[in-house]
């Protein structure tokens, strides 16, 4: 089946600091990838979608390359900053009948002054 | 921006009793999803719905669950005799077609078993 794998968090950074969270998945067909942001309390939102292979995802300075050779999407941005700081889901779309998605475990993102 | 709607955003309730958690999906969506996310821990898909029908549904999604779309707009799940471990946020998401398009969840019903 599917599964979607990320690395292991908290990620702990200072502000401006380069971010990369790493995400690889196992798949069959051509599932659309995606990552998700969970801030404190609030519910999920997409943050970037990628729906084929060299696709790159982008969004408030996050981006993410759907690559199919070494089946993974992983997130980076330039320069994070505090407001950044939230749990981070990788997940995948597979192509059955209705598109559920399946979930990384997240990674929890802490920005620092 | 249309948004789903889910009520309530919290609720407690005694184990054993049974529980309704009430979604409004977007209004032109045909695809509706229920996760859930248990405290700290991944989210995990529960069941998709189409055409009034389950579409798929996880191994979690046991006889204690059951979804409806009793009128045009409420999407509802429910859980018939609730034990300690479905305390958890429960996730409501519906989507234009099954490819995902316009995929949006709701912001989540934390449901908390005492």
């Known amino acids: 089946g599917n599964s979607v794998t990320q690395m292991e968090g908290p990620v702990t950074l200072s502000e401006e600091a380069f971010l990369t969270i790493n995400c690889t998945y196992t798949?069959?067909?051509?599932?659309?990838l995606f990552w998700y942001v969970q801030y404190p309390g609030e519910g999920l939102q997409l943050l970037l979608k990628?729906?084929?292979?060299?696709d790159k995802g982008s969004n408030k300075g996050f981006e993410a390359t759907y690559r199919k050779e070494t089946t993974s999407f992983h997130l980076e941005k330039g320069s994070v900053q505090v407001s950044d700081s939230a749990v981070y889901f990788c997940?995948?779309?597979?192509?059955?009948?209705?598109?559920?998605?399946?979930f990384g475990t997240g990674t929890r993102l802490q920005v620092t002054l | 921006e249309p948004e789903v709607t889910q009520t309530p955003s919290h609720q407690v309730t005694q184990m054993g009793q049974e529980v309704i958690l009430r979604c409004v999906p977007i209004?032109?969506?045909?695809?509706f999803y229920w996760y859930r996310q248990i405290l700290g821990q991944k989210v995990e898909f529960l069941v998709s719905?189409?055409?009034?029908?389950?579409?798929?549904k996880s191994e979690i999604f046991d006889d204690q669950f059951s979804v409806e779309r009793p009128d045009g707009s409420n999407f509802t799940l429910k859980i018939r005799s609730t034990k300690l471990e479905d305390s958890a946020m429960y996730f409501c998401?519906?989507?234009?077609?099954?490819?995902?398009?316009?995929?949006?969840f709701g912001s989540g019903t934390r449901l908390t078993v005492v």
């Open positions: 998401a519906s989507s234009e077609n099954r490819k995902g398009v316009g995929y949006t």
């Open positions: 798949a069959t067909g051509y599932p659309s």
């Open positions: 209004s032109n969506h045909l695809y």
């Open positions: 990628a729906t084929k292979a060299d």
């Open positions: 719905f189409y055409n009034n029908e389950i579409s798929e």
């Open positions: 997940a995948l779309s597979g192509n059955g009948t209705a598109s559920k998605l399946t």
